[in-house]
Structures are given as C-alpha cells and as structure tokens.
C-alpha cells in the first residue's frame, strides 16, 4: 500500500528490466535489446494476439498447465495457428534458467501474434509464421494483503470478447489509469449495473459468509488465480456462488477483494471513496490469501513465510 492508499503491480520497474538479459523471439534466445519486430506483423498493425503472463515462485512456475490451457483457448478463439501452446512450456523454464531466476519469484511474459503480412483486414491466406516473443524478470509485488487497497468502479468500454486474452488492452490501460489518478489500485469495470472484474484482476465479494463471483461468460477473462482461489474456498469450507454481483451491491458487501496473477488476493477496503465492510480487510479474503501463497510455494497453509 503506498502513501497514496494504492498498490502498484507494475509489470517492468527499471531496475528489473536492466537485470533482464535474454529473450525467446520466434524460435532462438537472444538479448532483449535486438529483438527485432517487423513493422508489419500484425499484431502492431491490429493488436491481432494473444498473451500470458505466469508467476514463478522460487523458480517455480505457478498453474502452468492452465496458462497453457488458456492460451491455447484463445489462440482458438483467434484461429491462431503455427504453434502449439504446450510447446512453449520448455521456453518458460528455460528463460527462468538463462536469466538466472532458476530459484527466484519471477514474472514471464509471452506474446504470440499472427506474425508479419501485408496489411489488410483479412487474415493472410496462406497463413504466415507466428510471431512468438517471451522474456522473463525478477518480480516482488509491492503490496500486501494485510493493508487492503482503493479501487473505483468504471463503465465497461471493453469490446464483448473479454473471455480471449488478447493484447488489444487500451480500454484497460485506460481504466488502469483512471484508477491511478484517483489513487486507486484498480478499476472494476461495470457494464449493465453488473460489476464484472477489474482492469487485470478478477473480482469476488463476500455477502452473509458467501462468497461470490461472476460466472464465466464472454464478458470477464477466466482467470487462472480466479480458479485456484474457486478451489481455495472449497478446501476452506467456504460457501460459494458463482453469480452476477450488481454494482449497487458491492458498496453493502461485508469483503471484497480482487485475485490476479500479480495481485495475488488483494482485499479491496475503499471502493470509489465509500468503506467497505470495517474498512479494514475481512477474515475470508486474508484466509484465502495465505492459503493461495502457501499452494504457491509449496507448503501447507498457515506455515511460518
């Protein structure tokens, strides 16, 4: 939590980009700096691709198996082919390995798009090889579930396939930003009085001792953290409800709190300047928040960090 009330996930602090050294560009590792992009690839032109980014902890990677899952879903979605999302799992390990983060918490990045062609709104015909870049940096949120965070309510400008993980992103950026300026840790995005997920997080709140969360459908990303923390209430005891939250309702929550690769689980004590709950993070979202660190790395939940 910073003095501002929010927290940062920032994907590239300066000082872990410069430690990062080596990067996977369409079949060869070589240094970040020259990789190099053509100015036709389509993903430049039109955002046309797909990405993930995975949590390593101690060198670990963290669900890999459903970050593979999910990628190749939306590269699906897409009609993306030209590679196999399970192939790439060897590249993650060893990106952890060239860049010395063999034993370190560690973000990796990977982004495939339908590579370089003339451009037209028509995909190329034949298909021509994908573009397929990753890297990997050393990675310590500067948050801490203890504290809780801010975050405001925004409408939903996104486009209505928020199910593929495509890197056409702005509106989030846009939202993300919007958050930032109100010293908010995230912008949860509202479309029909349906509070839906955040800008890069998936959204639950707490009502009566259930927990709730919006069911999959085309408009909210099924996140990877968002199934792990599904099982995490299970294994809890929790009572679950994978239904609509209205926005309205998010103000006379007892907890809400967002989950996402880089936020873990963050309680979420201010929303759009109203107290949530105690203001203080609730019991549930710091249970589920030791218990997700605690699959992450290996040991059993309430053991010594």
């Known amino acids: ?157 996104r486009w209505a396939r928020c199910d593929i993980k495509t890197v056409a992103l702005i509106p989030n950026c846009m939202a993300n930003e919007q958050a930032r300026n109100a010293a908010a840790a995230e912008a949860i995005f509202v479309r029909d009085g349906v509070a839906l997920e955040g800008t890069h997080t998936n959204l639950f709140a707490v009502f009566r001792g259930v927990v709730r969360t919006s069911p999959l459908t085309n408009y909210i990303l099924p996140g990877v953290t968002r199934a792990v923390v599904l099982e995490l209430c299970g294994e809890a005891g929790f009572e679950v409800a994978e239904e609509p939250i209205f926005a309205d309702e998010l103000y006379r929550a007892d907890e809400v709190f967002i989950v996402g690769t880089t936020a873990e689980v963050t309680p979420i004590v201010d929303l759009d300047g109203r107290a949530i709950g105690s203001g203080r993070p609730g019991e549930m979202s710091l249970r589920l928040a030791e218990m997700l660190t605690a699959r992450a790395r290996g040991r059993p939940a309430g053991s010594p960090v």
């Open 1 to 157: 939590l910073t003095a501002s009330g929010s927290f940062s996930t920032s994907y590239h602090p300066s000082s872990q980009l410069r430690a990062m050294q080596t990067a996977y560009f369409n079949g060869e590792f070589l240094p970040r700096e020259d990789v190099r992009v053509s100015p036709d690839d389509r993903g430049f032109l039109f955002s046309d691709g797909v990405y993930e980014v995975l949590r390593a902890y101690g060198g670990r990677l963290f669900e890999v198996e459903r970050h593979v899952d999910r990628l190749a879903y939306s590269m699906t979605a897409m009609r993306l082919g030209g590679v196999a999302a399970t192939d790439l799992v060897p590249v993650f390990e060893d990106l952890l390995a060239r860049n010395d983060l063999s034993a370190a918490d560690a973000l990796v990045y990977l982004q495939v798009t339908r590579g370089a062609a003339p451009r037209t709104h028509r995909y190329p015909d034949p298909p021509v090889p994908p573009t397929v870049y990753a890297y990997a940096w050393a990675f310590s949120p500067d948050h801490a579930s203890e504290d809780g965070a801010r975050a405001i309510t925004v409408p939903d400008q």
